[in-house]
């Protein structure tokens, strides 16, 4: 499991773990279907556990904004390792997420 999905204070929480890459991402995008689901409430999102993220990671993290951005909510990141946040930072993907 990449994605650990609960509901958790009235908005979705989930820990993310291992490896998001191509060979993560179809498994991992079944996973984030309850985020999407619920993406009128605020998603937060775990990666302390985060190992590596490749640029299908990344399309999967876009698809879960685009998804609260429609609905008027937001995704929290936290606990990002800084392997993770370097490549966040470099896309420019971090300044679409808010940061606890």
Do not use: H
């Amino acid at each position: 499991m990449i994605f650990d999905v609960k509901e958790l204070n009235g908005g979705m929480f989930a820990t993310v773990s291992g490896t998001l890459d191509t060979a993560a991402a179809e498994k991992a995008q079944q996973e984030i279907q309850p985020l999407i689901d619920n993406a009128d409430k605020v998603i937060t999102l775990d990666l302390a556990a985060l190992e590596y993220i490749s640029s299908s990671g990344l399309r999967l993290l876009l698809s879960v904004i685009k998804a609260t951005d429609a609905k008027g909510s937001k995704v929290i990141l936290k606990n990002i390792p800084a392997n993770i946040n370097k490549v966040l930072t470099m896309t420019g993907f971090i300044e679409l997420f808010e940061v606890a």
